[in-house]
């Protein structure tokens, strides 16, 4: 059967945890102790195996009982689980550590972990019962061995193999012996020593064994050292103990405990000394803390302002301790009061006290709480002083009250104090009650007063401001200035007197503040005055005039709608939040509201209708409104309405006007704080709408302007152009038609030649036709007159002659080194599509007349894949490329990547412009991919229908 005592001044505490270990050990032992002391006794007397010790108790509290037990060689191998009230209590773990705690439980006790830990000490106490009974044994047998081997010295080596075999047994003993041991010559040598003691000095055995044991003794306890080894060595001790320092090889310096003895011949001729050494470094350290500790409590005592007592329960208060601050409180000495020896404490209570005194003591001690208590003695001197006692009773663990322990103060300075600065403070409050302005004052950073005015300027309550740090409600772009101003002010350090700032009521809404303040001595300590005027509408029209005056020169400053409107908000987050920003323009044709500039934290909305939206709404009745959450909710109720995005808490819209019209609105709103907005930024944001409608009208109309200057520029730049190409493109085959027509009239043509000339001709012809062909097409997309007709055919046939074609024109411009390839997705029986493949055709031989063109060398790659419910075709070459800047203008009318191509390659420049309008014409889209000097590839889809029964029956080669 196992035993567990628990230690705890707290009966209830025993019942509950003894509950726990009677469920989780059902053949348990328990013993319990409501005391240090009677814990100690117990464990003397019945040897438990684990103990249950709480930390606070008093008289002896948890560490001092475990210090002890740690201390006692008996019962410094009981596991100690030490309980703490806290776990993350780091400095209650580290001192229960450092007195010798095994483990920690925490209140309220866990059944499991307290179970588990149980068991854990409960392996670890075996462990170490079977260590100290090894020990034991190892000691006997040391013991033992060294006696036969005096015995067989002093029989001269009766034999030599009995001789070997005991200094084998005596080597193995010496050797695994559990704390160091170190056999040593009569001059201090060492002759032998044990890994244990190697481990503790930190030298090899080779290095012990050249030095003395006085090279790695302390210099401190040399002499003491030496003297018992001389007495020793001369006989005259058979033995000695000794607690000396050792300096290891690291430096560090080692507290051991050594037990030395000398060993002699059978004539009593000291022959060696052998010393066993233990490492108590641990146990002298924590000695020595103790005595620091119980040191620094003196010191503390004697500091006090005033005294220290333990007395008895009785009508006298009889003292059984004083410390000496008694005498400069009462005027009579610990002596004189200790034991009522001259005169009781009751006596020198003043007679007002003495009964109301006595009976909040009993009442204090019958709910085990701390005493606290203001009043009068009298002094030695006759006069009367004021004291402050505080203080609480002892019990035993058997709840009996034991004694009072306390400490006393002399308070008779602070009261007469109290009751001078109370009647001052009665004459400030009345006056700053009625004061038309703030009044309040701070101290060590948190408000102590605040009037009744300075209530009503933020909003707090003075309960709730004394729990607040003085700059706690200030705005947060003015809260570092004012915190650092203020308590310069408050220590009477040279700071501004008066100045101006914002702060944020407990509505949520900002306020300017116009403060005066000062230093003053408030109850006996510095502290900080200010008085507050509340100035919000003076700063409000002058802040309304700046933004109105800036907004109207950021026409100028901007550079376009979207820079004008950052600058919008930007001017009116001065005056309101502006996180959540939006301005929205109304397009009467297309019934839409559009975005240009939004800011929201929750959603990102370009465009949507006007009807049923709360914008909507507002441009409708043509005036400003305020909605709270519940107000868009009743509209969105009565169908009025259809929220858009995120319900916010409150929404604030004002319309635009220009010249009478609507022409949209500015939103802001917030979704945290339902008193971001009122009435009164309702007002300011209508009175400022007119400025807002005024700047973006005539930043819109110089926007206008500036774009239509730089296109009618464009227009007349690609006009040039293109006519100066046109000219060239239609010049050329133009003067190859007349000319070889001419040359046609000679007579002596062979007919070889005519038939070339003719063939020129025809060549320039067609050329010719092409321009124009390009002319009519651009014009009829751009008319929408470009008939597109559809029909079913073999997509896979129309490409392969184009390949054919392409592989004969290559050769025909002397690019033979230039591969054409062919991708195809589907079979040809399975490659029927429906589009016009007249201009699919043209397409293609616009995309692969550019890629021969612009390719010297290498591959053209040409082909279509299936992409869901599309036919996506490319056409990649491995030409010069385009450059990133030019990718887009390529598609242009008369454009090329750069006009002088169009001297070297030749072409309208149209190509492009007219492939891009046909594939869009058929339903799908054109693009490019190219790295200048890489090659480019050109995409573009046309839809794809899965042919039907009557469609695959079309015959179409």
Excluded at 341 to 370: A, G, V
Excluded at 517 to 528: L, N, T
Excluded at 939 to 950: E, G, K, Q, R, S
Aim: net charge negative.
């Amino acid at each position: 059967m196992i035993k567990i005592l628990t230690i705890d001044d707290i009966y209830d505490n025993l019942v509950v945890s003894n509950a726990l270990l009677e469920e989780a050990f059902p053949d348990v032992q328990l013993l319990i102790a409501q005391s240090g002391k009677k814990g100690i006794e117990l464990c003397i007397a019945e040897k438990p195996d684990v103990v249950l010790l709480d930390i606070v108790m008093p008289i002896m509290d948890g560490y001092e009982v475990c210090r002890r037990l740690k201390a006692d060689e008996i019962l410094k191998h009981i596991p100690v689980i030490m309980v703490t009230a806290s776990r993350t209590d780091k400095a209650s773990r580290i001192k229960a550590l450092e007195v010798g705690a095994d483990a920690f439980l925490t209140k309220p006790l866990d059944e499991s972990e307290l179970k588990a830990q149980i068991r854990a000490m409960l392996r670890i106490r075996e462990s170490e019962e079977r260590q100290l009974n090894e020990k034991a044994q190892l000691e006997k047998l040391v013991h033992e061995r060294t006696k036969a081997l005096e015995k067989e010295l002093a029989e001269h080596k009766r034999t030599e193999a009995a001789l070997r075999e005991s200094e084998k047994l005596l080597r193995i003993s010496f050797d695994q012996a559990p704390s160091g041991a170190a056999i040593a010559s009569l001059d201090c040598r060492f002759i032998r020593v044990n890994e244990v003691l190697c481990k503790i000095t930190g030298y090899s055995p080779e290095e012990l064994t050249q030095l003395r044991y006085t090279d790695i003794t302390h210099p401190d306890d040399m002499e003491i050292n030496l003297d018992l080894a001389n007495q020793l060595a001369n006989g005259l001790i058979d033995q000695y103990s000794l607690e000396k320092r050792y300096i290891r090889k690291d430096g560090q310096i080692i507290w051991v405990f050594l037990s030395s003895r000398v060993v002699k011949d059978d004539d009593g001729n000291s022959l060696y000394v052998l010393g066993t050494i233990q490492d108590i470094t641990d146990r002298k350290n924590a000695e020595l803390a103790l005595k620091k500790s119980e040191q620094t409590l003196e010191t503390l005592i004697s500091n006090l302002p005033g005294f220290v007592y333990r007395c008895r329960n009785d009508h006298d208060w009889t003292m059984e301790f004083l410390s000496d601050g008694c005498i400069a409180v009462t005027g009579y000495t610990s002596e004189e009061l200790l034991s009522n020896k001259i005169k009781s404490f009751n006596d020198i209570i003043h007679p007002d006290y003495r009964e109301s005194l006595w009976e909040s003591w009993q009442k204090t001690l019958n709910s085990k709480l701390p005493f606290e208590e203001s009043y009068q003695i009298i002094h030695k001197d006759g006069t009367p002083r004021w004291v402050w006692e505080k203080g609480q009773g002892i019990f035993s663990e058997d709840r009996e009250l034991l004694y009072l322990e306390g400490f006393i103060q002399d308070i008779t300075t602070t009261k007469q104090a109290e009751e001078a600065l109370k009647e001052s403070e009665d004459k400030f409050r009345t006056l700053a009650e009625s004061a038309p302005f703030a009044i309040m004052i701070y101290q060590n950073d948190y408000w102590v007063y605040a009037n009744q005015a300075a209530e009503k300027i933020c909003g707090y309550t003075s309960q709730e401001l004394y729990n607040m740090l003085f700059w706690e409600f200030i705005d947060e772009s003015f809260k570092a200035t004012i915190e650092q101003k203020g308590k310069a002010r408050e220590i009477s350090k040279e700071a501004d007197n008066s100045y101006e700032f914002k702060i944020k009521t407990k509505e949520g809404t900002q306020k300017w503040v116009f403060l005066t303040g000062s230093s003053i001595i408030y109850k006996g300590r510095p502290a900080g005055i200010i008085s507050v005027v509340d100035i919000t509408e003076r700063k409000r029209a002058e802040e309304i005039q700046k933004v109105m005056f800036a907004i109207s020169n950021a026409v100028i400053l901007t550079k376009d709608i979207k820079g004008l409107i950052f600058y919008i908000r930007e001017q009116l987050s001065m005056l309101i939040d502006t996180t959540n920003f939006a301005v929205v323009f109304y397009n009467e044709d297309s019934g839409m509201l559009s975005a240009p500039y939004f800011e929201d934290e929750k959603d990102r909305i370009d465009s949507w209708p006007l009807e049923k939206s709360i914008t909507g709404y507002v441009i409708k009745q043509n005036r400003p409104m305020l909605l709270s959450k519940q107000q868009i909710n009743d509209l969105e109720s009565r169908g009025e309405i259809i929220a858009i995005g995120t319900i916010c808490e409150v929404w604030l819209g004002v319309p635009l006007h220009i010249e009478g019209k609507v022409i949209g609105a500015f939103v802001v709103q917030s979704y945290d704080n339902p008193l971001a907005y009122n009435e009164n930024d309702l007002e300011m944001l209508d009175f400022i709408s007119h400025q807002i409608s005024i700047s973006i009208q005539r930043k819109q109309d110089i926007q206008n302007l500036r774009i239509a200057l730089s296109k009618a520029e464009e227009s007349d730049r690609l006009k040039t152009a293109f006519l100066s190409n046109m000219s060239h493109e239609i010049r050329t085959p133009m003067n190859g038609i007349i000319g070889f027509s001419e040359l046609l009239d000679d007579d002596y043509l062979s007919g070889e030649e005519r038939k070339q000339y003719t063939q020129i001709i025809n060549t320039n012809g067609k050329h010719l036709l092409s321009i124009i062909n390009d002319i009519v097409d651009i014009a009829k997309i751009d008319s929408n007159q470009l008939a597109i007709n559809k029909d079913w055919f073999y997509l896979n046939h129309l490409l392969d002659e184009l390949l054919i074609s392409y592989d004969n024109e290559k050769i025909i411009r002397d690019k033979k080194n230039i591969s054409f390839i062919l991708e195809k997705e589907f079979e040809d029986s399975q490659s029927l599509i429906l589009t016009d493949d007249v201009r699919l055709r043209q397409i293609l031989l616009n995309l692969l007349g550019n890629a021969l063109k612009f390719t010297k060398e290498g591959f053209i790659k040409f082909g279509y894949s299936l992409q869901n419910d599309k036919l996506c075709f490319f056409v990649q070459d491995t030409g010069k490329g385009v450059a990133k800047e030019k990718q887009t203008i390529i598609f242009e009318r008369f454009r090329q990547e750069e006009e002088t191509y169009t001297r070297q390659f030749g072409g309208t420049g149209l190509g492009l412009t007219i492939s891009k309008g046909l594939v869009e014409l058929l339903g799908g889209k054109m693009w490019l991919v190219s790295d200048e000097g890489k090659g480019a590839s050109f995409f573009f889809t046309i839809p794809y229908n899965i042919p039907d029964a009557d469609s695959l029956n079309f015959d179409n080669y």
